[in-house]
């Protein structure tokens, strides 16, 4: 069964770093598109990052632009958000999505993992 | 890309048919012939799921009674007859042009 799976979010500071991370499952994670969208506490979702299959496009939302990195890993099946000089609007759940690319759809979600940015 | 729904809340007796507008700011319309609009539903404490894709696609496992139409930059997901587990909020997305947007959100409650 297909699966993603987020982690290392975490209370931190303004001005703090962080490195979230998703690890796949269950699909061939090389041929998929993968994405970041978020959600901040009672607000809808927003898209936040993607990033090709080979790494070789790379897109993000001008919020983060500058600030934050996304990357992957084929050989771990595992997709990363560093992000730093976080801020409070930064607060959010974090969820990667998989895109089978050939739809531009986002067709399978991880359970999200919690980010806090507070003093 | 703006994307715009309406109704942001209904309350729906089951059995009956609902429907969320969802309007885009510019055409979603590729060349290849596909409109590229989503339609999401995050359950109660769930992450979002897809129900539609390109507009009017069903998603595997999607039941028969959701359905998705339209083209260019206006669009309608059906529900033709709510039940229970049909709650939550729906997500209209466009995904022809990054940054990818979404709409507000619905929120479909039972009566």
């Known amino acids: 069964e297909a699966q993603l799976v987020e982690s290392g979010g975490d209370l931190v500071q303004p001005g703090g770093s962080l490195r979230l991370s998703c690890t796949a499952s269950?699909?061939?994670?090389?041929?998929?598109?993968m994405h970041w969208v978020r959600q901040a506490p009672g607000e809808g979702l927003v898209w936040v990052s993607q990033i090709k299959g080979d790494g070789s496009t790379i897109r993000y939302a001008d919020p983060v632009q500058g600030r934050f990195t996304i990357s992957r890993d084929n050989a771990k099946n595992t997709l990363y958000l560093q992000m730093d000089s976080l801020r409070v609007e930064d607060t959010a759940i974090y969820y990667c999505?998989?895109?089978?690319?050939?739809?531009?759809?986002?067709?399978?979600w991880g359970q999200g993992t919690l980010v806090t940015v507070s003093s | 890309i703006v994307m715009t729904q309406s109704p942001l809340s209904m309350s729906v007796t089951p059995g009956e048919a609902a429907s969320i507008s969802c309007r885009s700011s510019q055409s979603l319309l590729h060349s290849n012939g596909n409109n590229y609009l989503d339609w999401y539903v995050q359950k109660p404490g769930q992450s979002p799921q897809l129900v539609i894709y390109?507009?009017?696609s069903r998603a595997s496992g999607v039941p028969d009674r959701f359905s998705g139409s339209g083209s260019g930059t206006d669009f309608t997901l059906k529900i033709s007859r709510v039940e229970a587990e049909d709650v939550g909020v729906y997500y209209c997305m466009e995904s022809l042009q990054t940054p990818w947007a979404f709409g507000q959100g619905t929120r479909v409650e039972i009566k």
């Open positions: 269950g699909f061939t994670f090389s041929s998929y598109y």
């Open positions: 390109v507009a009017s």
């Open positions: 999505a998989r895109d089978p690319q050939s739809d531009l759809t986002l067709d399978l």
